[in-house]
């Protein structure tokens, strides 16, 4: 069953999200020994194991990661189940935004890329793993607009945070660190300060990391913060269903981010954004409902078209 658009519903969300609809049940060949990350999402969904030739969908069971061959991987992937008939879902995490190789039997889905060169058998997946599930708690409007930030001011963050500092209408709650988590990502004190700036806050910078995605912008949709940063050719999941503009702040440079968060403050809608955002991620794109959205997604899409001369040539050229 395909899920309604958001466009559809009631902006005046509830506090707590509602529960997925029961969509059909699919029929997926998985191979023994799948790790952790796709067992949280696969576990999710209503599915039928099955041998490849009545499976709707393979899933490759290994997380394809940076520090693997991706390329390599994915030809060896594709060669695999090349005989098959099937489409074969594969999910990688890797800081990597420019194309892959081209194989029409392959379904990518990836965190980081350039929105206008996806190709066709690629999807934008939302980073899942350090999201928090808990019940959603607004942060007060306050009379200034309160935005926070704990983090490395990377190269590509230096603008969006000055821009934002300069500002003498918004609360900044920024805490610069010098490195990646503080060079302490499993210090709880670190983690602490972490989620505690950004649920004191109704809004929380999110620019980009070193590859063209965010992964505390999921966070922050989380926990029912406005994720704020700039559109650098981001492609954002779902985006057929969901209206991201419409309630976050997702501008082309600086002055409109602030801009924009200038006018979600005055206009009163602080909480009710909050609340949309809280509820778009553990409806869409949390790990207990997203794998069953995108097959639900896939099975309704047009048919992978075949790559173009280009992009067949792009292939060959990277093997």
């Not at 949309?276 to 409902?289: G, N």
Request: hydrophobic residues 40%; charged residues 25%; positive net charge.
């Amino acid at each position: 069953m395909k899920p309604d658009s958001v466009e559809n519903r009631d902006a005046s969300f509830a506090s707590e999200p509602a529960k997925p609809e029961q969509g059909r049940k699919y029929k997926l060949f998985i191979a023994e020994g799948y790790d952790h990350p796709i067992a949280t999402m696969v576990e999710s969904v209503d599915y039928e194991l099955s041998g490849i030739a009545e499976a709707d969908f393979i899933v490759y069971p290994i997380l394809v990661r940076n520090e693997m061959d991706v390329p390599g991987t994915l030809a060896k992937i594709s060669r695999q189940f090349s005989s098959s008939g099937k489409k074969v879902i594969v999910f990688t995490l890797s800081d990597y935004a420019r194309k892959y190789p081209f194989y029409s039997n392959l379904i990518l889905l990836r965190h980081s890329a350039r929105a206008d060169r996806l190709a066709s058998n690629e999807r934008v997946m939302p980073y899942l793993w350090e999201c928090k599930d808990e019940p959603f708690v607004p942060a007060s409007a306050g009379e200034l607009p309160g935005i926070g930030f704990c983090g490395k001011v990377s190269r590509q963050r230096r603008k969006l945070v000055s821009a934002f500092e300069n500002s003498a209408l918004i609360k900044c709650d920024f805490i610069k660190r010098d490195s990646f988590w503080g060079g302490k990502p499993h210090d709880p004190g670190v983690v602490s300060d972490f989620w505690s700036n950004m649920q004191e806050n109704p809004f929380a910078l999110a620019p980009r990391g070193n590859g063209n995605f965010s992964m505390r912008f999921y966070q922050a949709l989380s926990i029912g913060r406005i994720p704020v940063l700039i559109n650098t050719n981001m492609a954002l999941p779902l985006s057929n269903l969901i209206p991201w503009k419409d309630f976050i702040v997702f501008e082309e440079n600086e002055k409109r981010c602030v801009r924009r968060l200038l006018e979600i403050h005055e206009g009163g809608r602080v909480t009710e954004l909050q609340q949309t955002c809280y509820r778009i991620f553990h409806e869409y794109l949390s790990h207990k409902v997203y794998m069953g959205r995108l097959l639900d997604e896939l099975s309704t899409a047009s048919v992978i078209r075949k790559p173009t001369t280009l992009e067949r040539l792009t292939s060959w050229l990277r093997l």
